[in-house]
């Protein structure tokens, strides 16, 4: 089992920043791939920015490339997320998730095994 909290979420303006952080605990070890994802109400879960645990190679969703940039310390099995030039349209809850299999897509929340509790990100105008 792995055991993923997430903090750092907030209220902002748009164009201002936030980073998060997602901390790891319990088989960590087993970890192959890591990713971001956020849901707004009414709208499906979608997937932000992943990243596999191996190699560091990274993917994000057009929406936010070149504004976001997710990150990883290994030695503290914490995961980030930090968010550039917000904007409204980014106000959802976020969620860190993590999965032990090679197989999958690193933006496909149904290719993940284990989820954090979300941390909310409001983007006012």
């Known amino acids: 089992q792995v055991h993923l909290v997430e903090s750092g979420g907030g209220s902002v303006q748009a164009g201002g920043s936030l980073r998060l952080s997602c901390a790891a605990s319990?088989?960590?070890?087993?970890?192959?791939?890591m990713g971001w994802f956020r849901q707004a109400p009414g709208k499906e879960r979608e997937g932000v920015a992943g990243?596999?645990?191996?190699?560091?190679?990274?993917y994000y969703a057009d929406s936010v490339k070149g504004r976001f940039t997710i990150s990883q310390d290994r030695a503290k099995n914490t995961l980030y997320l930090e968010m550039n030039r917000l904007e409204p349209e980014d106000t959802a809850m976020y969620y860190c998730?993590?999965?032990?299999?090679?197989?999958?897509?690193?933006?496909?929340?149904?290719?993940?095994?284990?989820w954090g509790q979300g941390t909310q990100v409001t983007v006012s105008s």
């Open positions: 998730a993590a999965r032990g299999g090679q197989y999958g897509l690193a933006l496909s929340p149904d290719d993940y095994d284990y």
């Open positions: 990243i596999y645990t191996d190699d560091g190679s990274t």
């Open positions: 319990g088989y960590t070890y087993s970890i192959y791939c």
